[in-house]
């Protein structure tokens, strides 16, 4: 089975702090995803990476910067960390292009 | 933009009852998956479905994509408490990496 592993399950922070969320998955594949979930809002795509050191801006990339320097490490962050910012963070990867995504448990990131 | 639409958006139902969940789009999609999401976890895949018309079953779900490859469905037969949970549709759109997610049902089966 795919494990995804993200490295907190709770996070809490202050305002300006920079955070970096980390993600690492186990089966050697070569896309990983970073999305924030909000009620009534779903899954939205922040970045994601096709290869090592290659990244592409989702959706609503502001404030976030991502880095992926190992194949199966994804890191998510936050450069000056903002209360609009509060969620629930979920990395993913899969396969190749066309191969369903394998999520993580998730960060719930709350920052005050 | 893409847009994934899910309904209904919440769904409360009695054990032993039927329903149907739907994701609907005006964009045609390569490929379309279904997850399951419990509290506090992340979106656990059921179903990948890539031929427009395909029917998957799986145990009491029976997961349908829309011939035209832009809608599908999810049918739930004699729903069980175990079923509760958020289920979200993904699109993928063919020569992309980018998936959509429609913003999910939360479904609660009563025992």
């Known amino acids: 089975d795919v494990k995804v592993t993200q490295s907190s399950r709770y996070l809490v922070k202050r305002t300006g702090e920079k955070v970096f969320l980390e993600c690492v998955q186990d089966m050697d594949h070569e896309n990983m995803f970073w999305y924030r979930q909000d009620p009534g809002l779903g899954l939205r795509l922040i970045y994601f990476s096709y290869d090592v050191k290659m990244k592409e801006k989702g959706d609503i990339p502001e404030g976030y910067s991502v880095s992926r320097e190992k194949k199966e490490r994804f890191s998510l962050i936050l450069e000056s960390a903002s209360t609009n910012q509060t969620s629930m963070y979920l990395c993913?990867?899969?396969?190749?292009?066309?191969?369903?995504?394998?999520f993580g448990d998730g960060t719930r990131l709350s920052i005050l | 933009t893409q847009l994934l639409e899910q309904s209904p958006q919440f769904l409360s139902i009695q054990e032993g009852e039927n329903l149907t969940v739907y994701c609907n789009s005006s964009?045609?999609?390569?490929?379309l998956q279904w997850y399951r999401q419990e509290p506090g976890e992340g979106p656990v895949l059921l179903v990948t479905v890539v031929t427009g018309g395909e029917v998957k079953k799986l145990k009491r779900l029976t997961f349908q994509f829309g011939d035209a490859r832009k809608d599908s469905s999810l049918h739930i037969t004699a729903a069980q408490p175990g079923d509760t949970g958020l289920y979200l549709c993904a699109g993928l759109s063919s020569g992309t990496y980018k998936y959509i997610f429609g913003t999910g049902t939360r479904l609660k089966v009563l025992a």
């Open positions: 993913a990867s899969s396969e190749s292009g066309n191969q369903p995504q394998h």
């Open positions: 964009s045609v999609f390569s490929s």
